[in-house]
C-alpha cells in the first residue's frame, strides 16, 4: 500500500486493480483538498485486507475483469470492503468497474453489453457537480439502475451514473488522463480501428482544456455529500444516446 502526502489530513482508501488505470486526476483533487491517497495495488501484488481500515471515503477503480465474473480471485474481499462501507456509511466512489461492483453491492444486475462502449459520450445531468462532458467511457460491461437509487444523468450505452446515500457510482472515467488513455491504446489486443483510435485521441483536444477541473468538481460534489442529497423522485433529462468524438 502506497501513501502520498500527509496523514493527518484526512485519507481515501483507493483500490487500484490495474497497474495501468491508476488514479490519475484524483491524485492533484485530492492533493488540493489536503487528502492522503493510500493505494491498495492489486496488479502489483497487494491484497485487500479484511476489515475496512479508518477513512473519509473508498475509491474502487476500473479494471479488465468481470464484476459478475466469481472466479475472480479477489472479487469476493472486495464486494466485502464494499458492503462495509455501505455498512458503515463510508462514502464509496466506484468508477467503470468499481461501479459495477458498487452497483452488483447493492443489489442491480451487472451484464455484457452487446458491443464495448469505448469512446467520448456527453451526459445530461440536472446536477450542477455532474458536468456535461464529454467524458471517456472504456468499458464492455453495464449495470442496471440499483434499487432505491438516483440516477443522476443519462447518455451512452447504460446507467451512467448514480447516488445512493452517500455513495457514487459511475460507468465513465473522470480520473483519465490523455497518458493514461495512450497506455490502454497501446496495451489494447486487437488493436482498435484506426478511426477509432484516431477519435480517442482528438477527443483530448476538445476535453483536456477542462477535464480535470470537471473531474475535481465530480469528485468534491460526491465528498461533501452533495449527491446524497438528490431526491429519490428526481430525475435527469431524457436520454441523449452515445456521441463518440
Do not use: K, N
Request: hydrophobic share 45%; with cysteine; proline share 9%.
Amino acid at each position: 500500500m502506497a501513501d502520498h502526502g500527509g496523514a493527518d489530513h484526512g485519507r481515501l482508501l483507493v483500490i487500484e486493480h490495474e497497474l495501468d488505470a491508476p488514479a490519475g486526476l484524483l491524485d492533484p483533487w485530492a492533493r488540493a483538498r489536503g487528502l492522503v491517497l493510500s493505494t491498495i495495488r492489486l496488479g502489483g501484488g497487494d491484497r485487500l485486507p479484511a476489515r475496512l481500515p479508518d477513512c473519509a471515503g473508498v475509491v474502487v477503480l476500473g479494471s479488465e475483469q468481470t464484476a459478475f465474473d466469481d472466479t475472480v480471485p479477489w472479487l469476493g474481499d472486495e464486494l466485502s470492503l464494499v458492503g462495509q462501507a455501505l455498512a458503515g456509511g463510508v462514502p464509496l466512489l466506484g468508477v467503470c468497474f468499481g461501479g459495477q461492483v458498487l452497483a452488483r453491492a447493492l443489489g442491480a444486475r451487472v451484464y455484457r453489453l452487446p458491443e464495448p462502449e469505448i469512446g467520448w459520450v456527453r451526459l445530461a445531468s440536472p446536477h450542477p457537480g455532474l458536468a456535461a462532458g464529454p467524458w471517456l467511457e472504456w468499458h464492455r460491461d453495464g449495470f442496471d439502475l440499483p434499487p432505491d437509487a438516483r440516477e443522476l444523468a443519462t447518455g451512452g450505452a447504460s446507467v451512467q451514473a448514480f447516488a445512493a446515500g452517500p455513495h457514487l457510482g459511475l460507468q465513465f472515467h473522470p480520473e483519465a488522463t490523455e497518458p493514461i488513455t495512450q497506455g490502454w491504446l497501446r496495451a489494447t489486443q486487437p488493436p482498435l480501428a484506426p478511426d477509432q483510435a484516431g477519435a480517442l485521441r482528438e477527443g483530448w483536444q476538445e476535453a483536456g482544456g477542462r477535464t480535470a477541473a470537471d473531474a475535481a468538481a465530480l469528485f468534491s460534489a460526491w465528498l461533501d455529500g452533495e449527491f446524497a442529497a438528490v431526491r429519490p423522485g428526481t430525475a435527469p433529462p431524457g436520454r441523449t444516446g452515445a456521441s463518440a468524438q
